[in-house]
């Protein structure tokens, strides 16, 4: 279109210098464990939408090892939030980067470098949206609120009280959950909401102190027993089998059985070629397997550790071992009902022993009904720029505190942005395709017209 000549060539022309950008902000590795570095970032991001001409406001909780949430603040009209992150990942096992996770490098049209796509890369793409549509549209159709936060890939666990620091914060007319998504076929992704989650720590204790391996013959080892326990949270497929685990469900409604039986079966097959695997959980495949992303409840074992792993040999019987689960929510689920559902299962299999932990984050899902305008908006503005049919799924089958933000307005939701399914977010050698991320630029500066453009209080979600 040609309002957006100016601003597509000017996306284009400045690719190079936001690159370099991108470069610098992903050289802070700003991990959850490293303070001095989460500092770092948050005066960079503040900085930079400063430079944007944002009105910025840096909150900060009286605990100072608490990451601040940056919050800029730009345009008039109609607020939409959104809602990001400075965090990373941690960037280990750092043998397997081919260049190290804080030292950014250009490879094949790639920029590669941890948080380069979760979250840096589709921060800034917004961030460049705006700087393109003032140089060359003019004012902004809408107020955008960023709201980035330094918790979430820890999960978010300050993100409420921060956002109560500042009332109004989460007063709006929509909603962009942190990135979008492009598929192998180059087709755009969009998604109108995200799951739940809840996370703990098993601990398992059976002995004082490790023993001598010489006498595993008498004394019981912490490790099977945890393993043991483990086994009986899913069949010999896989499948999770706790019981009430899917308490709380929402029954799916036809018109989201409808938005789901428009999904190709290519889009979740080549997950296949992306992992490597011939086979997914259960021999699951097509509708079935779409299905299951969406709507059924998870179950993962995300680490498992116990007794001597270093060089070397050290020929023990463990005292303790440990595990970590993440289970993901859909909507209506209470994180608590399942948690306790996980300890009422363990107990009824002679597991009461194992204590459980909870992690301090617990998110519910947020799911935005399909046909909603903001939904459409994306959708349409997706595909004029990438000229292809948008993958329209319900939910992101990840999770973001979109909960938190939205559910006391009950705000509208959706995605935006240019990750694509091979950018390995969280793994080695994470990456951001520096073409999907001008596409991502030129995503969002059409849809702060067409957000504009949707009459205020169109507010159902959930």
Same mark, same amino acid.
């Given at each position: %279109?040609?309002?957006?000549?100016?601003?597509?060539?000017?996306?284009?022309?400045?690719?190079?210098?936001?690159?370099?950008?991108?470069?610098?902000? /992903?050289?802070?590795?700003? =991990?959850?464990?490293?303070? *001095?570095?989460?500092?770092?970032?948050?005066?960079?991001?503040?900085?930079?939408?400063?430079?944007?001409?944002?009105?910025?406001?840096?909150?900060?909780?009286?605990?100072?090892?608490?990451?601040?949430?940056?919050?800029?603040?730009?345009?008039?009209?109609?607020?939409?939030?959104?809602?990001?992150? +400075?965090?990373?990942?941690?960037?280990?096992?750092?043998?397997?980067?081919? #260049?190290?996770?804080?030292?950014?490098?250009?490879?094949?049209?790639?920029? +590669?470098?941890?948080?380069?796509?979760?979250?840096?890369?589709?921060?800034?793409?917004?961030?460049?949206?705006?700087?393109?549509?003032?140089?060359?549209?003019?004012? &902004?159709?809408?107020?955008?609120?960023?709201?980035? =936060?330094?918790?979430?890939?820890?999960?978010?666990?300050?993100?409420?009280?921060?956002?109560?620091?500042? @009332?109004?914060?989460?007063?709006?007319?929509?909603?962009?959950?942190?990135?979008?998504?492009?598929?192998?076929?180059?087709?755009?992704?969009?998604?109108?909401?995200?799951?739940?989650?809840?996370? %703990?720590?098993?601990?398992?204790?059976?002995?004082?102190?490790?023993?001598?391996?010489?006498?595993?013959?008498? &004394?019981?080892?912490?490790?099977?027993?945890?393993?043991?326990?483990?086994?009986?949270?899913?069949?010999?497929?896989?499948?999770?089998?706790?019981?009430?685990?899917?308490?709380?469900?929402?029954?799916?409604?036809?018109?989201?059985?409808?938005?789901?039986?428009?999904?190709?079966?290519? *889009?979740?097959?080549?997950?296949?070629?992306?992992?490597?695997?011939?086979?997914?959980?259960?021999?699951?495949?097509?509708?079935?397997?779409?299905?299951?992303?969406?709507?059924?409840?998870?179950?993962?074992?995300?680490?498992?550790?116990?007794? +001597?792993?270093?060089?070397?040999?050290? #020929?023990?019987? @463990?005292?303790?071992?440990?595990?970590?689960?993440?289970?993901?929510?859909?909507? $209506?689920?209470?994180?608590?009902?399942?948690?306790?559902?996980?300890?009422?299962?363990?107990?009824?299999?002679?597991?009461?022993?194992?204590?459980?932990?909870?992690?301090?984050?617990?998110?519910?899902?947020?799911?935005?009904?399909?046909?909603?305008?903001?939904?459409?908006?994306?959708?349409?503005?997706?595909? *004029?720029? &990438?000229?292809?049919?948008?993958?329209?799924?319900?939910?992101?089958?990840? #999770?973001?505190? %979109?909960? =938190?933000? /939205?559910?006391?307005?009950?705000?509208?939701?959706?995605?935006?942005?240019?990750?694509?399914?091979?950018?390995?977010?969280?793994?080695?050698? =994470?990456?951001?395709?520096? $073409? +999907?991320?001008?596409?991502?630029?030129? %995503?969002?500066?059409?849809?702060?017209?067409?957000?504009?453009?949707?009459?205020?209080?169109?507010?159902?979600?959930?």
């Amino acid at each position: %279109m040609a309002r957006y000549d100016a601003f597509d060539r000017y996306a284009a022309d400045h690719m190079p210098a936001w690159t370099d950008e991108l470069a610098a902000y /992903c050289a802070i590795g700003s =991990e959850q464990s490293d303070h *001095e570095a989460l500092r770092a970032a948050a005066t960079w991001t503040a900085d930079r939408l400063s430079r944007l001409g944002a009105t910025v406001d840096v909150v900060a909780l009286d605990d100072e090892t608490v990451p601040p949430l940056v919050v800029g603040e730009i345009g008039s009209g109609s607020a939409l939030n959104a809602v990001q992150h +400075y965090d990373v990942q941690p960037g280990v096992p750092l043998e397997l980067w081919t #260049t190290g996770p804080y030292l950014p490098e250009v490879r094949n049209g790639r920029l +590669y470098a941890r948080g380069a796509a979760d979250n840096k890369g589709e921060l800034l793409a917004r961030m460049w949206a705006v700087e393109a549509y003032l140089a060359t549209i003019g004012d &902004l159709p809408c107020r955008i609120r960023f709201l980035v =936060e330094g918790e979430e890939e820890s999960g978010s666990t300050h993100f409420g009280p921060l956002l109560d620091r500042r @009332p109004g914060l989460r007063e709006a007319d929509g909603a962009l959950i942190e990135g979008g998504g492009i598929d192998l076929r180059g087709r755009p992704q969009v998604v109108s909401g995200v799951r739940g989650m809840v996370g %703990m720590e098993l601990v398992c204790r059976t002995i004082a102190y490790d023993a001598h391996s010489s006498l595993a013959t008498l &004394l019981p080892s912490a490790t099977i027993r945890l393993v043991r326990a483990l086994a009986t949270l899913w069949d010999d497929e896989g499948v999770p089998v706790v019981d009430g685990l899917e308490a709380g469900v929402r029954p799916p409604t036809p018109a989201q059985l409808e938005i789901l039986g428009r999904i190709p079966d290519d *889009e979740i097959e080549d997950l296949k070629h992306v992992f490597g695997v011939d086979r997914f959980v259960a021999g699951l495949s097509g509708q079935a397997a779409i299905r299951a992303l969406t709507f059924h409840t998870t179950c993962n074992v995300q680490g498992l550790w116990s007794g +001597y792993t270093g060089p070397g040999d050290k #020929t023990i019987t @463990p005292a303790e071992a440990r595990a970590r689960l993440d289970i993901r929510l859909v909507p $209506d689920q209470d994180p608590a009902v399942v948690l306790q559902a996980v300890r009422d299962h363990f107990s009824r299999r002679g597991f009461g022993d194992i204590e459980i932990v909870p992690f301090s984050f617990q998110y519910r899902a947020w799911w935005t009904p399909p046909d909603h305008p903001i939904v459409t908006a994306a959708v349409r503005v997706s595909e *004029e720029v &990438l000229g292809k049919p948008t993958i329209h799924d319900l939910s992101a089958p990840g #999770t973001a505190p %979109m909960h =938190e933000v /939205c559910a006391a307005g009950n705000v509208p939701t959706t995605s935006l942005g240019g990750a694509d399914d091979e950018c390995r977010a969280h793994a080695p050698n =994470e990456s951001f395709r520096l $073409d +999907y991320a001008e596409a991502a630029v030129r %995503m969002t500066g059409r849809f702060f017209d067409a957000f504009a453009a949707i009459p205020r209080g169109s507010r159902s979600s959930g």
